[in-house]
């Protein structure tokens, strides 16, 4: 039994990790009155890292075409404003209650490290042992220039991580939040949407980059993957 989990992780950002936690520690500490300004502020931040983080960089890095840059930014921008008019329609909806409910969730998808006298923050989702040693596998191969062998691979990987993301990073906060049916149903079409453009994304780049940007995308990955707090996987 290991003492760690291998978490899918992005560097929070100093503002996102602030205001966060103050609200975490507010929401702890007894408020008495819903917060929906910081909420807002809190998850439209978070989306942009996550868009910036998933989507943006990698991009990037791998310094695609930009016929299919455009691609991934339509995307990146299908997925925000799905996401706006989700955060929008709910937040100033949440009772007290709902925003403790979404304050103790948001700290089991964090955690720190300490690092030459420096406290690190992530944004993160626990992933099973199996997938994340496939992906380690499938990264190394490409690393090592055999992305054509490893595609195959690297494209299950990154479907399963979609839907293991839209599950943390949606379907069950919202599960917990327990929304009415009207707001359920705004929540559902965010989420498909989600989905929807993520896979879309990953069938059109992954298999068009060729070997240095296959390199550097599963050299992205294997770094996204950092060894963190024990705890149980989807």
Same mark, same amino acid.
């Given at each position: 039994?290991?003492?760690?989990?291998? @978490?899918?992780?992005?560097?929070?950002?100093?503002?996102?990790?602030?205001?966060?936690?103050?609200?975490?520690?507010?929401?702890?500490?007894?408020?008495?009155?819903?917060?929906?300004?910081?909420?807002?502020?809190?998850?439209?931040?978070?989306?942009?890292?996550?868009?910036?983080?998933?989507?943006?960089?990698?991009?990037?890095?791998?310094?695609?075409?930009?016929?299919? $840059?455009?691609?991934?930014?339509?995307?990146?921008?299908?997925?925000?404003?799905?996401?706006?008019?989700?955060?929008?329609?709910?937040?100033?909806?949440?009772?007290?209650?709902?925003?403790?409910?979404?304050?103790?969730?948001?700290?089991?998808?964090?955690?720190?490290?300490?690092?030459?006298?420096?406290?690190? @923050?992530?944004?993160?989702?626990?992933?099973?042992?199996?997938?994340?040693?496939?992906?380690?596998?499938?990264?190394? $191969?490409?690393?090592?220039?055999?992305?054509?062998?490893?595609?195959?691979?690297?494209?299950?990987?990154?479907? $399963?991580?979609?839907?293991?993301?839209?599950? @943390?990073?949606?379907?069950?906060?919202?599960?917990?939040?327990?929304?009415?049916?009207?707001?359920?149903?705004?929540?559902?079409?965010?989420?498909?949407?989600?989905?929807?453009?993520?896979?879309?994304?990953?069938?059109?780049?992954?298999?068009?980059?060729?070997?240095? $940007?296959?390199?550097?995308?599963?050299?992205?990955?294997?770094?996204?993957?950092?060894?963190?707090?024990?705890?149980?996987?989807?």
């Amino acid at each position: 039994m290991t003492d760690h989990t291998t @978490w899918v992780a992005f560097r929070s950002s100093e503002m996102l990790h602030r205001t966060t936690d103050g609200f975490i520690q507010r929401m702890r500490n007894g408020a008495s009155r819903p917060e929906p300004e910081t909420l807002d502020a809190i998850m439209s931040t978070f989306m942009k890292e996550v868009l910036h983080n998933f989507f943006i960089v990698p991009t990037e890095q791998a310094n695609l075409p930009s016929s299919t $840059q455009r691609i991934v930014q339509l995307a990146a921008d299908t997925i925000s404003k799905a996401s706006h008019l989700v955060i929008k329609s709910t937040v100033k909806k949440l009772d007290i209650d709902q925003n403790k409910r979404a304050a103790n969730y948001m700290d089991t998808v964090r955690f720190s490290i300490n690092k030459d006298d420096e406290t690190i @923050w992530f944004v993160a989702f626990p992933l099973n042992d199996m997938m994340a040693a496939k992906g380690r596998k499938a990264f190394e $191969q490409g690393i090592n220039g055999e992305g054509k062998q490893a595609m195959p691979a690297l494209l299950e990987y990154f479907h $399963q991580l979609t839907d293991i993301g839209v599950y @943390w990073y949606f379907e069950e906060p919202i599960k917990l939040l327990r929304f009415g049916p009207i707001m359920r149903k705004v929540a559902d079409v965010g989420i498909a949407t989600t989905r929807k453009a993520t896979h879309s994304v990953i069938d059109k780049v992954i298999p068009a980059m060729n070997e240095e $940007q296959l390199v550097i995308a599963c050299q992205y990955a294997r770094m996204q993957l950092v060894d963190g707090p024990k705890r149980d996987a989807v």
